[in-house]
Antibody
């Protein structure tokens, strides 16, 4: 079964740091591009970061650029999100999601998603 | 950034109803449009990819259509388990963007 399991969320003070992890199983992790998507409770979905297979290509949403760093360890089948300089507006459920690439006609889509880990930034 | 606008934002419907949710992109995205279903406390689940392709395991009452800037998700006969929030998402450009969601409620 293809599965993603996030961990590392919790309560952190503004200005603090957290590192989220996402453990992958049931597929060849190194072959897939991975992403982080977050959701403020009661609100919509916001894509925040992408990492290519191999780890050399990375993209970030403007809202987290310069503060968050995405990385991966293919030997451990794991994806990470280092979150620094946390702000109250970073409070959200953070999901990791595998990006499935179709072709030039079909594009790409997120499947599956992890169950999410809640990050609360508050003093 | 490509803006994705869903309508309506919320919708009340009865079991057995035919329901359509629309999604408009701020520029052409070809068929790079996906639909997700999210139930309270759960992760989003892929329903439709590439505008009209049904994800494996998803009931055939779900269908998607459209290309360019205008897309739709249709549920042909609403079932009790379909009450959820639905999101469209474009993969044409970075940043990947989602619609604001459509909350489907029981009438």
């Amino acid at each position: 079964e293809v599965q993603l399991v996030e961990s590392g969320g919790g309560l952190e003070q503004p200005g603090g740091s957290l590192r989220l992890s996402c453990a992958a199983s049931g597929f060849t992790f190194k072959n897939y591009e991975m992403n982080w998507v977050r959701q403020v409770p009661g609100q919509g979905l916001e894509w925040i970061s992408y990492i290519g297979s191999g780890g050399s290509t990375k993209y970030y949403a403007d809202s987290v650029k310069g503060r968050f760093t995405i990385s991966r360890d293919d030997a451990k089948n794991s994806l990470y999100l280092q979150m620094n300089s946390l702000r109250a507006e970073d409070t959200a459920v953070y999901y990791c999601a595998r990006l499935v690439i179709g072709d030039s006609v079909r594009g790409a889509w997120f499947d599956p998603w992890g169950q999410g880990t809640l990050v609360i930034v508050s003093s | 950034d490509i803006q994705m606008t869903q309508s309506p934002s919320s919708l009340s419907a009865s079991v057995g109803d035919r329901v359509t949710i629309t999604c408009r992109a701020s520029q052409s995205i070809s068929s790079y449009l996906n639909w997700y279903q999210q139930k309270p406390g759960k992760a989003p689940k892929l329903l439709i990819f590439a505008a009209s392709s049904l994800q494996s395991g998803v009931p055939s009452r779900f269908s998607g259509s459209g290309s360019g800037t205008d897309f739709s998700l249709t549920i042909s006969s609403l079932q009790p388990e379909d009450y959820a929030t639905y999101y469209c998402q474009q993969s044409y450009n970075i940043p990947i963007t989602f619609g604001q969601g459509t909350r489907l409620e029981i009438k």
